[in-house]
Nanobody, 122 residues
């Protein structure tokens, strides 16, 4: 249902753009979230974008990461800049219908992508 791509190796301070192509329908009705899991750590919320284009971010990425979506292409994007070594993780996209106050609750997302690895070297 979801296919994430765009991960790779980048130096600290660099940028990457992740993509998540979705086959859920109707795509425009879904909140699309991004989560990440670093080695040895629990999965954590990164950001989300709703059907109106409203966005919500974890404090750790606010000002550096930007969510966007193209409903015609059924794709969401996570533009990451000023990357830090602590951003190293497997990044997952997810689709669901959480309320605004619960965008960071991974249990409320229905569909998950397979993850794409982002490695930031120091």
């Amino acid at each position: 249902q979801l296919q994430a791509s765009g991960g790779g190796l980048v130096q600290a301070g660099g940028s990457l753009r992740l993509s998540c192509a979705a086959s859920v329908s109707p795509f425009r009705n879904y909140v699309m979230g991004w989560f990440r899991q670093a080695p040895g750590k629990e999965r954590e919320f990164v950001g989300a974008i709703n059907w109106t284009g409203g966005t919500y971010y974890a404090d750790s990425v606010k000002g550096r990461f930007t969510n966007s979506r193209d409903n015609a292409k059924k794709t969401v994007y996570l533009q990451m800049k000023s990357l830090k070594p602590e951003d190293t993780a497997v990044y997952y996209c997810a689709a669901g219908h959480p309320a605004y106050s619960a965008y960071d609750q991974e249990g409320l997302y229905l569909y998950w992508g397979q993850g794409t690895l982002v490695t930031v070297s120091s």
